[in-house]
């Protein structure tokens, strides 16, 4: 069992900047897909970003399209970490933010093809 904790999230203004976290448990975290999912009230689910496990080398990196360029997941194996850099906010980015690991070492954009979720960390863009 593989547990996540999100951290990083907070009240900005459009155009600011915020870094997520998601501190991760297992010793094979670093093989695992991660991805990070937001999610307002009454919506389903949205796939963000994922990075790939395995090797820094043969990282690979996807995005949704309405946040490619603002964006960029990494990670730190040797920390358990995983991290959305998350630049020039638009209130659309408001929501719960959440990451999950899959045990596969690359992922999709499907929430179902993920095992392990966090609680989410709440991200709010506002004037």
């Known amino acids: 069992q593989v547990q996540l904790v999100e951290s990083g999230g907070g009240s900005v203004q459009p155009g600011g900047s915020l870094r997520l976290s998601c501190a991760a448990s297992g010793r094979t975290f670093s093989s695992y897909a991660v991805a990070w999912f937001r999610q307002t009230p009454g919506q389903e689910r949205e796939f963000v970003a994922t990075?790939?496990?395995?090797?820094?080398?043969?990282?690979?990196?996807y995005y949704t399209d309405s946040v490619k360029g603002r964006f960029t997941i990494s990670r730190d194996n040797a920390k358990n970490m995983v991290f959305l850099q998350m630049n020039t906010l638009k209130p659309e980015d408001t929501a719960v933010y959440f990451c999950?690991?899959?045990?596969?070492?690359?992922?999709?954009?499907?929430?179902?093809?993920?095992?392990?979720w966090g609680q989410g960390t709440q991200v709010t863009v506002s004037s």
């Open positions: 990075i790939s496990g395995g090797r820094s080398t043969t990282y690979y990196t």
């Open positions: 999950a690991a899959s045990r596969v070492v690359v992922g999709s954009g499907s929430p179902n093809d993920y095992d392990y």
